[in-house]
């Protein structure tokens, strides 16, 4: 059992990160301490807005000069480090195993066709060969702060109230089948993918050897690693749009399909032939932050950021969404969505396998 | 004192329920407790026994909400989370907003009325023994799997909208699914697609119309609908019922034959 | 008694205080071990396989069996087996047949894996409540889909391969008619149209009789092309090229002319009575392009329509091999493992060549993932499948869907008596002769087929519940759900597993 919640500003407005603490807080009860994080998108509005920012924990340990060196030098091969400092934390609060570094970072013109696959090689290359260093976060304008500890506790020492953003996620873990390390807590991130789940992939055998044949690498052995492989597969590699893509990680049953019209039933089949490696089997309940650039099944491309909301099939875990003004929320419980926002426009249950999207208002 | 007021705000729900059994202790001639401010306290109700108290919540209870109690009235000015009337034994939850998933689990004596929405798996394994029949009465909509395995007591689907209009198409899937007691009965029509593994469609008789006369009845009440009393109850009903007592009894080869 | 050099390895014994002397017996046992004289019944033991039909038939419940009725002085290396081989063989001066799987003593490695079930973190689905999916596809997927946009409407640019629908991933494996009758051709088909799944033909052809269920049968053609014409061809639901079979890997078949009935001659297109010879090669395939070259000319034939598979014999290339077959336009990869069960192979081969199907699934299921074609291809396990924990541990070890042969066998009567290739089946599964071939009736074969499908089919739901999925595709080469027990490392390391405690 973990804890949800997210949220974002279909206006883009900026929203403190007090508030995504506060929602957090609520959902306690569905962690035991082991690990609380949370994401902000639009973070780094000024200068650094249109670099790659690592957030990565680095052993605090008498090696850690020398493991900051290997990842500057990985960092080295592909581009030019534009800014890096300390992750501005409290002291007192947290046993700092890690210290938490950021780079700002611009990848190399001569890489400029596949910067973003040069971004997921570098984080692959860190995360498995350099011993004491781990990238919790690799995209743009954002940030991932987690931690072994209580939803306060990590929020108070990472100063997440220091920090704005127009959409952040948040999750309360239970540790069950990793042990609990501050990598090891939520959200999971690559390049602008951000995810925070609840509930278990029981699948996450077939998924994982799915992914590898795609070239990730899973390195954490957790379920919510592969869920971010998948999702950057579908929608950035192999471009499905946003509700197929959901379709293939919570498909229609065959008795659904076959009683769908012709032209629609080739589509499901041939969606669950193709990627059944993809689905996710076993209760969850996710909810996402994407990259700009995803496809929606009416040929849109969405040139911002979404944020969107899943549940299993058969709705084995729980997700409410809720809406006030521009602000969509999602999260494990209503309880959480009203601690930070008490009166609500609208709040609603959405259907197993059917995804919640916020996009930005144009 | 016969009623006693608790604001809840930013309390714990171990200090919340700790006031609610001291107040009760406390005060035996205690009749209600308004609780204000509720915002995803757990187990509030949690095993009470005292059969005329009432509680009155504010808010938005956490899940669990009546959890094996037996006895008193819960009514909620809100919505609930996951599990209201899990496991209870005797007395009333009366919802006035949606519930999540699993409302009424394993419900075995009492009412629970929602006049909203209730989520999955609602009313999943209710079972009756003797007197005790226990009866979910849901306003609007269900999700999948309603009445999944149950064993015995009754749902009430009204299909009706905050204003007390007709719903129009029943959309839930998987219904009945496992059932081998009891009966559920939904305002509307029902494709047999619709129903589970073991359930099946049975007439709608005068009988079943007695039934549900009461429940209906009070569910107006609750709820000031007593002008749709009449409309309601006489209305196309489905009735799902279990297509034998032991739909599994076949299913396992003995080791000598 | 016959006077022989070998004592027998089973002796019928009759009670003759329930025996009634009816010759029942003497009619039920086709392979002449019971004569009746007068006011009593003599038994020729050496004739026994312990085949139990005379046990079923007798109306007094008078007879048993025993085996070795006659101890021999034990030795460990010199075992019973290898001493009546070798009488044998001095008498006869000829190779040593044998019908069925594998009778060596090695490891099942079935039976050293385990499985999981969720407790707590994740629930189990109660799959007779809950929906659960078995659905299999099997044939060629593409890697990724591709759409188009119409007016804001989504198309699927893609086109699918036809693929087949199994509704259980459990298939009756290719036993020819010929070698087995047609009642259970005909049992073994109308079971499988009923469980939405396929059974094979062999190599034997296809008798007019089975047509009424060709959409659910799947052709075979095999180094002696019996019976291959477009028709039959365009008559199954897919054609599968046998290269090779789990019990006898490397070399051909041989129908004893004697089996080679009128209408067996009719089916294969042979004349009656002669030999049906199947050479150890196809003699147009001798490398792997020419096998590329044989699937497409059978997809020609078919105008693309029909998916095409191929057999191999597990042996220890199979994945190098799997790869080339993965790379041929072919739309599954067939792998018999040694246990596998065949109607005649010399004893040698069955007993000393191939490798176990659970490690031939392990090693062709990464190989292919390491070559980035496992999704494209799928993958079907044969050769000893037992019941529905060996289907289930073969999915997870990365299998598509499973056939079975010896198992659809029992559904009708045999006892694995391996004596198959003498065309005196008692039970009238392999047999060609009209007396015999009719104590199978085809609807109660059919119906027993059936049960046997339907009952695994179940079984494997309750287990997947158990393991919190509901639908076969996240089973599907997820080797995280099983644990060895009593492996050594290097086995663990083959099947990609881990042990048991960890």
């Known amino acids: 059992m973990c804890g949800i919640i997210g949220f974002m500003s279909r206006k883009k407005k900026m929203i403190n990160g007090e508030k995504i603490a506060l929602g957090l807080c609520s959902l306690k009860e569905r962690g035991n301490g082991k690990g609380s994080g949370y994401v902000g998108y639009g973070i780094y509005p000024t200068k650094y807005k249109d670099c790659y920012a690592f957030h990565i924990l680095i052993d605090n340990c008498p090696k850690f000069e020398k493991i900051k060196v290997a990842v500057e030098n990985i960092l080295e091969q592909y581009g030019t480090i534009v800014k890096d400092e300390e992750i501005p934390t409290e002291e007192g609060i947290i046993k700092k195993v890690h210290i938490p570094w950021r780079y700002f970072y611009e990848v190399d013109e001569k890489f400029a066709d596949k910067e973003e696959d040069v971004i997921v090689d570098i984080v692959m290359d860190i995360n498995d060969n350099i011993d004491g260093a781990y990238v919790i976060s690799s995209g743009k304008d954002l940030g991932v702060f987690k931690a072994v500890g209580w939803p306060e506790e990590v929020a108070e020492f990472y100063r997440i109230d220091k920090y704005e953003g127009y959409l952040w996620l948040a999750h309360a873990r239970y540790p069950t089948n990793t042990k609990a390390w501050w990598g090891g807590a939520h959200p999971f991130n690559l390049l602008n993918w951000s995810v925070v789940h609840n509930g278990e992939i029981t699948s996450y055998g077939t998924n994982r050897r799915f992914v590898e044949m795609f070239g990730y690498k899973c390195r954490l052995l957790t379920d919510t690693e592969v869920v971010t492989y998948i999702l950057d597969l579908l929608l950035r590699k192999h471009k499905l749009p946003l509700e197929l893509a959901c379709q293939t990680l919570a498909p229609k049953f065959w008795s659904e399909i076959d009683d769908l019209p012709e032209e629609e039933r080739e589509l499901y089949t041939a969606l669950r032939l193709t990627y059944a490696g993809a689905m996710l089997n076993g209760p969850f309940a996710i909810a996402v932050a994407t990259p700009a650039g995803l496809l929606f099944m009416n040929g849109e491309i969405e040139d911002d950021t979404v944020m969107f909301g899943l549940t299993d099939r058969i709705k084995l875990r729980p997700l409410v969404a809720a809406e006030k003004d521009d602000l969509l929320f999602v999260s494990s419980e209503e309880s959480a969505i009203r601690r930070i926002c008490p009166n609500l426009d609208r709040v609603w249950m959405p259907d197993a396998g059917e995804p919640v999207i916020a996009r930005v208002w144009k | ?257 | ?502």
């Open chain 2, 1 to 257: 004192m016969e009623v006693i007021e608790i604001d809840a705000k930013n309390m714990h729900y171990r200090e919340l329920n700790e006031k609610i059994h001291q107040a009760i202790k406390e005060n035996p001639d205690l009749k209600k407790i308004i609780l204000r401010n509720v915002l995803g306290q757990r187990f509030i109700g949690n095993s009470l026994r005292k059969k005329d108290l009432t509680i009155e919540i504010y808010g938005t209870p956490g899940g669990d909400l009546g959890m094996f109690m037996s006895g008193p009235t819960i009514i909620v000015y809100g919505n609930c989370e996951f599990a209201p009337g899990n496991t209870m034994d005797d007395g009333k939850i009366i919802i006035h907003g949606n519930s999540g998933d699993v409302t009424a689990h394993s419900m075995r004596g009492g009412k629970v009325f929602v006049r909203g929405d209730v989520g999955y798996r609602s009313g999943i394994h209710m079972k009756a023994y003797k007197e005790k029949v226990p009866t979910l009465v849901i306003g609007g909509t269900a999700k999948d799997f309603l009445g999944e395995y149950m064993a015995g007591g009754k749902i009430v689907v009204l299909n009706i909208d905050k204003e007390g209009k007709d719903l129009g198409k029943i959309k839930g899937k998987m219904i009945g699914t496992g059932i081998h007691g009891g009966a559920i009965y939904i305002r509307g029509e029902i494709n047999k697609k619709q129903l589970g593994v073991a359930a099946d469609i049975k007439p709608f008789t005068e009988e079943d119309l007695k039934n549900i006369e009461n429940d209906v009845k009070e569910f107006c009440q609750y709820f000031g609908l007593e002008d749709k009393f009449e409309s309601l109850l006489y209305s196309k009903w489905t009735k799902i019922a279990p297509i034998s007592k032991r739909p599994f009894g076949k299913l396992y080869t003995p080791d000598l034959f």
């Open chain 3, 1 to 502: 008694m016959i006077p022989s050099y070998v004592p027998p390895k089973y002796t019928p014994v009759i009670d003759k205080k329930k025996c009634m002397v009816c010759g029942r017996c003497t009619i039920e046992c086709s392979w002449g071990v019971y004569r009746k004289d007068g006011k009593r019944i003599i038994i020729y033991p050496n004739r026994c396989g312990a085949c139990h039909r005379c046990v079923s038939m007798c109306p007094r419940d008078a007879i048993t069996i025993i085996e070795e009725p006659v101890d021999w002085r034990s030795h460990p290396l010199w075992t019973v087996d290898i001493r009546r081989d070798n009488l044998n063989q001095a008498k006869t001066g000829k190779i040593l047949l044998s019908g069925q799987g594998n009778t060596m003593d090695h490891p099942i490695y079935f039976d050293r894996i385990v499985l999981d079930a969720c407790q707590v973190t994740n629930p189990s689905i109660d799959p007779l409540r809950e929906p659960m999916e078995l659905r299999t596809y099997i044939g060629k997927k593409p890697k990724q889909l591709e759409f188009e946009f119409e007016d804001s409407k989504i198309k699927l640019k893609t086109k699918i391969a036809p693929n087949l629908k199994l509704e259980t991933p459990i298939m009756i494996a290719h036993m020819s008619y010929g070698a087995l009758s047609l009642n259970a051709h005909l049992s073994f088909a109308k079971a499988v149209k009923e469980c939405g799944t396929f059974m094979g033909t062999g190599e034997g052809g296809l008798p007019k009789e089975l047509y009424p269920y060709a959409d659910h049968i799947i052709t075979q053609v095999a180094s002696g092309r019996f019976g291959v014409t477009p028709e039959y061809l365009e008559k199954g639901a897919a054609i599968e090229i046998k290269i090779g079979q789990g019990a006898k890997p490397g070399i051909g078949g041989h129908l004893p002319g004697e089996k080679v009935t009128a209408n067996i001659s009719a089916t294969r297109m042979i004349p009656e009575g002669s030999d049906a010879i199947s050479p150890a090669p196809h003699h147009d395939i001798y490398s792997i392009e020419d096998l590329a070259q044989l699937v497409r000319s059978l997809k020609e034939a078919t105008r693309w329509k029909k998916p095409v598979f191929v057999k191999i014999a597990a042996v220890h290339n199979a994945p190098a091999i799997a790869v080339g077959i993965a790379t041929s336009d072919a739309d599954a990869v067939v792998i018999d493992g040694y246990r596998g069960g065949t109607g005649a192979a010399p004893k040698v081969f069955r007993d000393h060549v191939g490798i176990p199907i659970e490690m031939a699934i392990a090693a062709v299921d990464r190989r292919l993932r390491e070559e980035g074609l496992r999704n494209e291809i799928s993958i079907i396990a044969s050769g000893g499948i037992r019941c529905s924990a060996d289907v289930f541990k073969a999915i997870a070890l990365g299998a598509d869907a499973v056939y079975i042969g010896t198992a659809a066998m029992v559904a009708l009567g045999c006892r694995v008596c391996g004596r198959c290739y003498t065309g005196l089946c008692a039970w009238g599964i392999a047999t060609q002769r009209p007396e015999l071939v009719k104590r199978i009736d085809p609807e109660e074969g059919a119906r027993r087929v059936a049960n046997l499908i339907k009952a695994w089919t179940h079984e494997i739901k309750e287990l997947l519940g158990a393991n919190g999925i509901n639908s076969i595709e996240s089973l599907r080469g997820n080797r995280d759900r099983l644990r060895g027990v009593g492996l050594t490392e290097k086995e663990l390391e083959i099947l990609g597993i881990k042990a048991a405690g960890e």
